[in-house]
Antibody, heavy 119, light 109 residues
Framework: EVQLVESGGGLVQPGGSLRLSCAAS????????MHWVRQAPGKGLVWVSR????????NYVDSVKGRFTISRDNTKNTLYLQLNSLNTEDTAVYYC????????????WGQGTLVTVSS | QTVVTQEPSLTVSPGGTVTLTCASS?????????PNWFQQKPGQAPRALIY???NKHSWTPARFSGSLLGDKGALTLSGVQPEDEADYYC?????????FGGGTKLTVL
């Protein structure tokens, strides 16, 4: 069974940093693209970032470019999202999601971790 | 900035049929946008329903189907059940990045 478990969320002040983790199990982690998606309270889903199987390619939504960094450790079956220069608009539940080994699909989701940016 | 537009809300009667659509500000939605569709119920993570326009996941109920309708992506629910009441999101691929639609709140009444 595919499992994705996010952690690392919490309360952080504007301008602060946080690192989110996503522990993956139940599949060959190194064979799949991985994504981060966020959802502000009461709002819709926003795709944030993706990373290729070996970490050699990454993409970001414009609003986080230069502030967020996606990475992965295939030896630990873990996906990361480093969040820097946080502002109140970054307050959201952050989900990790499994992408494709081939093709263009997002199939499995974690339960999310809440990041609250507030003074 | 690319915008993906969905109907904000739709209402359907139990047993009825409803089609949700997904439009792109860049032009027609095509198979090259690899439309994905997701269902989200309150307090839950999203659940994947459809990928690459028409393909169902192993867990997707048969009453859900995906297609291209004119210049839009589409999700059709046939024989709607009360448990289908949820928010539905489409997701489109734009050569490296993905963009979600704003979501459709489906009410079964």
């Amino acid at each position: 069974e595919v499992q994705l478990v996010e952690s690392g969320g919490g309360l952080v002040q504007p301008g602060g940093s946080l690192r989110l983790s996503c522990a993956a199990s139940g599949f060959t982690f190194s064979s799949y693209w991985m994504h981060w998606v966020r959802q502000a309270p009461g709002k819709g889903l926003v795709w944030v970032s993706r990373i290729k199987t070996d970490g050699s390619s990454t993409n970001y939504v414009d609003s986080v470019k230069g502030r967020f960094t996606i990475s992965r450790d295939n030896t630990k079956n873990t996906l990361y999202l480093q969040l820097n220069s946080l502002n109140t608009e970054d307050t959201a539940v952050y989900y990790c999601a499994r992408g494709a080994s081939s093709g263009y699909v997002i199939s499995h989701w974690g339960q999310g971790t809440l990041v609250t940016v507030s003074s | 900035q690319t915008v993906v537009t969905q109907e904000p809300s739709l209402t359907v009667s139990p047993g009825g049929t409803v089609t949700l659509t997904c439009a792109s500000s860049t032009g027609a939605v095509t198979s090259g946008n690899y439309p994905n569709w997701f269902q989200q119920k309150p307090g839950q993570a999203p659940r994947a329903l459809i990928y690459s326009t028409v393909n169902k996941h192993s867990w997707t109920p048969a009453r859900f189907s995906g297609s291209l309708l004119g210049d839009k992506g589409a999700l059709t629910l046939s024989g709607v059940q009360p448990e289908d009441e949820a928010d539905y999101y489409c997701l489109l691929y734009y050569g490296g990045t993905w963009v979600f639609g704003g979501g459709t709140k489906l009410t079964v009444l």
